[in-house]
């Protein structure tokens, strides 16, 4: 196989592993509020139904206030992203609502600005008492870099 032909078989493997990987991601969220008032489901992209721990959404509850309840959504997204010089970024997607979220999570503490980037500790701490409620995202960086 010539290395021309390698390289567009090894791009087409790739799309096709990452198009089987975003049916995995979450096609809606949900309110605070929807998880107040019993709901526990959130559809994926593939049409299948996520399941979010309720003890997870017990704590979540208990540590976010109620006024807050109608502007933060679940699942919050993380983008864990490695750079050509070798750092790792670890990210929260969407805007200034889904940060805040984050910060209370880590540290029961709200800000303006939120929280959009983790350390690995934080970055670990989210997953380790909230993993129903957040979902991950790859990002290949540098030339021809994807999104996974």
């Given at each position: 196989m010539s290395e021309e032909k390698l390289g567009e078989y090894l791009q087409r493997?790739?799309?096709e592993e990452a198009r089987r990987l975003a049916a995995l991601l979450p096609a809606e969220s949900l309110t605070l509020?929807?998880?107040s008032r019993g709901k526990r489901e959130v559809r994926l992209n593939s049409g299948e139904l996520h399941a979010l721990r309720e003890e997870e959404v017990r704590a979540l509850l208990s540590s976010v206030p109620p006024f807050l309840w109608l502007n933060c959504r679940v699942p919050l997204l993380?983008?864990?992203r490695r750079e050509e010089d070798g750092r790792s970024l670890y990210l929260v997607e969407g805007?200034?609502?889904q940060r805040r979220l984050a910060e209370i999570m880590l540290s029961n503490n709200l800000t303006a600005e939120g929280k959009g980037e983790l350390s690995p500790e934080e970055f670990r701490h989210l997953?380790?008492?909230y993993g129903?409620?957040?979902f991950?995202?790859?990002e290949a960086s540098g030339e021809g870099g994807?999104?996974?």
């Open positions: 493997k790739f799309r509020m929807e998880l993380l983008r864990y805007g200034i609502w997953l380790g008492k129903s409620l957040v991950v995202t790859l994807a999104e996974i």
